[in-house]
């Protein structure tokens, strides 16, 4: 019986072998389930409406603006989801883009512009309706970690993901400890793990190393929290400077 063998080409005594690419599809596939689905819930592009249904939630929101959580949430939503989605995709359909995920730091900056502009326009929106100066924080630490996330996006790939849940829950103990003088402790606890589930889902993705995830988390963290609090102090300055 004769052995039928594969023809390789040869270059002198090196054996070319042709790399096929895996698809996007492929790679997704192998992606375990569980970490992509806490990272799509947990995505950062959905923050800003968790956060202001935490408003609603553990403060006096649902009172002050009784029956108006739509009119506060349809615009979050539309800023902050809607319109970053929609300049992502055609992005992808320009070929500006490799990849809706946005694994490559080089996919990143175009987006990080449209969220950019897109808070902007949010915070215009607020400031036109003469909503309280913490409120408009929370909204100003999204933009500011933007712009610091963009920067970093230049020499290093910082998780965007932590940085979103970490900034959720630096705008969420900075109200409550700075505006409200409330202590939600199980709605932390529950915070935390969410964080904590984010966390090990992007290392179970391969996306990121602990450092960046640590690194992400700590500097949502911080910056939104001093945000808040800066905006908690200077509401109340310019309260007593119209009074």
């Known amino acids: 019986m004769i052995e039928e063998k594969e023809d390789l080409p040869l270059v002198g005594e090196t054996v070319i072998r042709k790399k096929i690419p895996v698809s996007s599809k492929q790679a997704t596939e192998k992606e375990p389930l569980l970490p992509r689905i806490i990272s799509i819930i947990l995505h950062p592009l959905l923050m800003g409406a968790y956060g202001v249904a935490l408003l609603f939630l553990y403060t006096d929101f649902n009172l002050l603006f009784a029956g108006q959580f739509i009119r506060f949430m349809s615009p979050v939503v539309f800023f902050t989801c809607i319109v970053p989605l929609t300049g992502i995709y055609f992005l992808r359909k320009a070929g500006l883009i490799e990849s809706y995920k946005l694994t490559e730091r080089q996919d990143r900056l175009l ?3 449209i969220v950019f502009f897109a808070y902007v326009l949010l915070i215009y929106y607020f400031y036109a309706a003469k909503l309280y ?13 933007v712009v610091i ?26 109200v409550c400890y700075n505006v409200k003088g409330v ?3 199980f709605l932390f606890i529950i915070l935390f793990i969410l964080a904590g589930c984010l966390g090990v889902s992007r290392l179970a993705l391969g996306r990121h190393t602990p450092a960046q995830v640590y690194a992400g988390f700590l500097l949502g963290l911080v910056v939104s929290y ?4 800066i905006g908690a102090y200077w509401g109340i300055l310019l309260f007593l400077k119209n009074v």
């Open 111 to 113: 987006p990080y512009i």
């Open 133 to 145: 100066v913490w409120f408009l924080s929370t909204l100003v630490a999204p933009l500011i970690l």
């Open 149 to 174: 996330t963009a920067i970093i996006n230049g020499f290093w790939k910082i998780s965007a993901h932590m940085i979103g849940i970490g900034c959720l829950i630096g705008c969420t103990l900075s």
């Open 183 to 185: 202590n939600p402790f």
């Open 226 to 229: 001093i945000c808040v609090w």
